[in-house]
């Protein structure tokens, strides 16, 4: 599945445990990465070294994803609510 546009899901939901370019001690979940680009949403690390391993690990899926950016962003939060624990 190709990532949509304008959603940014992934970048929000998720917590991260390690230093990005920006976030010296990482994300917390619920929290828009600073890397997030606001009018497309899309990551400027993308496709550099500086790429977080958790994200370079995310598959986007319809199982993930849901089929709209609000159903991307309640989708990823329940996974990282019940994966936080």
């Not at 993930?64 to 990823?76: K, M, P, R, V, W």
Request: aromatic residues 4%; hydrophobic residues 30%.
């Amino acid at each position: 599945m190709e990532c949509r546009t304008e959603c940014g899901g992934c970048c929000i939901a998720p917590s991260i445990q390690t230093p990005i370019p920006g976030m010296p001690h990482g994300k917390p979940a619920g929290v828009a990465c600073i890397n997030l680009e606001t009018g497309t949403k899309r990551c400027r690390l993308w496709g550099t070294e500086q790429y977080p391993e958790l994200c370079r690990r995310f598959q986007a899926s319809p199982d993930n994803c849901g089929s709209s950016a609000i159903e991307a962003l309640q989708i990823l939060t329940l996974l990282e609510q019940q994966t936080s624990h």
